[in-house]
């Protein structure tokens, strides 16, 4: 039972490059999550599902897309890299049950646009 | 527009001494809570939660304690272990919400000191 694993762990990207950071969760959760982590602050949501083929914008959405064709995927899509998006990227999971609010995190891509 | 706070960015305490951290919040909504500690490095894990029908919510070394007319928790630990130092995050949901959306403080880096 690996959780949630995220890939790569570390990428530099040149200004306007485009990525595509990987979330893979084998928990079988529903609920799916993207934040960002800047330094010396919590962390923002930039898009979470609730299921697959439902999305829906957090705190943060701009400069990124996401989709959710599977229970077990949630990639995040960075169409045209600025340097503002230099941060740490942490994909979560959690059970749908509103009992139940636990989210499991993935390790963090560290992404640094210059 | 910061909902939930930890005004102490960061605490340092002596092994075997009582860690307290604390938490305060703006939303009346919030009515769970839940504390995340980070290692460098690492994803965020669960710690402890309380619901706000309860005051207190103990595990183990771990103790949290919700003062709803203040909008104020915090987090004891006891004794406290060098393997502590991390940092912590408090973080708030609405279980009225149809989503887990949480939000999370800005995180208090606690070093336990041998």
């Known amino acids: 039972n690996a959780g949630v694993t995220q890939t790569p762990k570390f990428r530099i990207l040149k200004i306007g490059q485009s990525m595509t950071l990987q979330c893979t969760q084998d928990?079988?959760?529903?609920?799916m999550y993207w934040y960002r982590q800047d330094p010396g602050m919590g962390l923002k949501l930039i898009y979470y599902?609730?299921?697959?083929?439902?999305?829906d914008k957090g705190e943060v959405p701009n400069g990124y897309n996401v989709s959710r064709s599977t229970t077990e995927d949630f990639p995040l899509r960075l169409e045209l890299a600025a340097p503002s998006q230099t941060s740490v990227y942490f994909c979560?999971?959690?059970?749908?049950?509103?009992?139940?609010?636990?989210?499991?995190f993935g390790p963090g891509t560290r992404l640094l646009v210059l | 527009d910061q909902q939930v706070k930890q005004n102490s960015p960061s605490l340092s305490v002596q092994e075997g001494r009582i860690s307290i951290l604390n938490c305060d919040y703006t939303?009346?909504?919030?009515?769970?809570f839940l504390w995340y500690k980070k290692y460098p490095a690492e994803g965020p894990t669960f710690l402890i939660s309380i619901s706000s029908i309860k005051d207190k919510n103990e595990d183990g070394r771990f103790t949290v304690f919700l003062n709803k007319s203040a909008k104020h928790l915090s987090l004891h630990i006891v004794p406290s272990q060098p393997g502590d130092s991390a940092v912590y995050f408090c973080a708030a949901s609405s279980m009225k919400t149809s989503y887990d959306k949480v939000i999370f403080g800005p995180g208090t880096s606690l070093s336990v000191i041998p």
């Open positions: 599902s609730v299921g697959a083929g439902i999305t």
């Open positions: 928990m079988n959760h529903n609920y």
């Open positions: 979560a999971s959690s059970y749908s049950s509103r009992g139940k609010r636990t989210q499991y």
């Open positions: 939303n009346s909504m919030f009515d769970y």
